[in-house]
């Protein structure tokens, strides 16, 4: 089964930068929206910052001017450029793709990858 795979996550001081990416873990034929979400311990899950096939971004009020979400159509990939990052950042950071086409006969939607920890220290 195709998954969602992330990496980039990790430990970095405030005030620094980290760049997360996401990609199938298998061959895949297109992919529609894909987005990044985080999940702070005890809070909800929120939307940090989307993109279309067609490049139009969205992104959450507390990261716009610091976070940069693009992607690689031809690769099938995203990724999470994270700027002068804040203690208040921290969280577990989710890959998630709206509709994945997988084959001709098979689509798949809300699509998830396991999550990569992202640590900003003060």
């Known amino acids: 089964q195709v998954q969602l795979v992330e990496s980039g996550g990790g430990l970095v001081q405030a005030g620094g930068s980290l760049k997360l990416s996401c990609a199938p873990s298998g061959s895949i034929l297109d992919i529609n929206t894909m987005a990044w979400y985080r999940q702070a311990p005890g809070k909800a899950r929120e939307l940090v910052a989307s993109?279309?096939?067609?490049?139009?971004?969205n992104y959450a009020d507390s990261v716009k001017g610091r976070f940069t979400i693009s992607r690689d159509n031809a690769k099938k990939t995203a990724s999470l450029q994270m700027n002068s990052l804040k203690p208040e950042d921290t969280a577990v950071y989710y890959c998630?793709?709206?509709?994945?086409?997988?084959?001709?006969?098979?689509?798949?939607?809300?699509?998830w990858g396991q999550g990569t920890q992202v640590t900003v220290s003060s």
């Open positions: 993109i279309t096939s067609g490049g139009t971004t």
């Open positions: 998630n793709a709206d509709q994945i086409l997988i084959t001709a006969q098979q689509a798949a939607f809300d699509y």
